[in-house]
């Protein structure tokens, strides 16, 4: 719940309830939101009664407020979570884009028993109507359906053993003795705009499948979408995250932080990572967060480009200090020419920092110049990906 604290005041300025309601063989899922004060909820509500309860209090009758609601007649959405709004935004007199603005929804009507524990009524009347607006609510979890993604294997995710977790919504998983890693759609803390990276790595998995040194996939983990309504009728699928190829190696980063460069041929990394990447820009895609991190080895130790959304987020210290370093804007919000840009100057600090750690040599002599010619402010002074990679092959071929 957010508190406001512009107004001066501890009464949430948005408290929600999520329910699941059931009726017949039906089970809805259903979000109750109020926008203001608790003692709005009521025209007959003793106001001074709320204004003195504690927040607990006004929290515990919210809470029994939506158990008294009458569903039954309302035009709730089916297969989705359906979230009903009571009251308005408060308007900010300061913002002039607010005067026209109002609460999204169909409006709707809705049965409430104001026999509380914490409400006074007036007269003899039992149940009041109450004004909403109902709309499918932007914040559920939203699962792909299975359909916008038929060429991938499906695992079902009841099927899969969990093993470590890898981060708070990445795990290890096994089925039939074979190991994956799984990226789930739902998390500790989802935001709507996580399943459009979900989908966007899916089909950028789809675009690259069987490409080297680009993480492929091994399927999708399903399972029986949680907010359908019928409980008799045929079970609808939705995907609930994927499933990718295991490699062992563990990343880029890893090895670079214990120091362990020797201990493999890391001397192909530089051109794997690169062709790689230049397999994105032929694609008209860009990766936007390239970092040692999102490299990972397989057990054969080759270089493998992970978290491939395009989409899915970017660090600060490994973006091109040209493209943000005045304005800050987004990297996402620049145009291709200048994404491709900041790709090959995250590759460039990459060799870099393999470089750091290879020892001496001519190839080593190599990587620090391609990297310097890759890390440069101005974009049409860099190097291309292509002539890197020239570079970088004639130096592997001599050494």
Partial sequence: MKYSELLGTPEPIRRSQAIIYYIDNDKWWITVTLLGPVAKLLENVAMQQQQQASKRERREFFRGFVQQLNYKLLPLLADTVTEIILGEDEKNEEDETDENSTTPGLEAEVTVDTTTNMTETKG??????LRCRIQEDPLRVVYPS?????????????????????????????????????????????????????????????????????????????????YQTSTTGE???????????????GSLQQTLTERRVAEYCW???????????????????????????????????????????????????????????????????????????????????ILSEIASQAGDGPYVETLHQVADTLMVDDIGTQTSLSSALSQLKDADNRA
């Fill in 146 to 226: 299975c359909d916008e993604f038929r060429s991938f294997r499906r695992i079902n995710y009841e099927e899969l053993t969990k093993g470590a977790n890898i981060t708070d919504y990445v795990y290890w998983v096994s089925n039939g003795g074979a190991q994956y890693v799984l990226k789930k759609i739902n998390r500790l803390i989802y935001w709507p705009g996580d399943t459009e990276v979900i989908c966007k790595e899916l089909e950028n998995l789809e675009y690259f499948a069987g490409v080297p040194n680009i993480a492929q996939a091994a399927g999708v983990a399903v399972s029986m979408n949680p």
């Fill in 124 to 129: 003899d009347a039992n149940s009041t109507f």
């Fill in 267 to 349: 001397q192909k990394w530089a051109v794997q990572i690169g062709t790689a990447l230049e397999c994105f820009h032929k694609a008209k895609k860009t990766h936007m967060d390239l970092k040692p991190s999102n490299i990972v080895l397989d057990k054969e130790g080759n270089a493998v480009l992970i978290d491939i959304s395009g989409i899915g987020g970017f660090t600060w210290e490994w973006c091109a200090p040209a493209l943000w370093a005045e304005d800050r804007t987004l990297p996402f919000e620049h145009t291709f020419e200048e994404r491709q840009f900041n790709d090959i100057w995250a590759y460039g600090r």
């Fill in 235 to 249: 079970k609808q699928l939705v995907i609930v995250g994927i499933l990718l190829e295991a490699y062992p190696g």
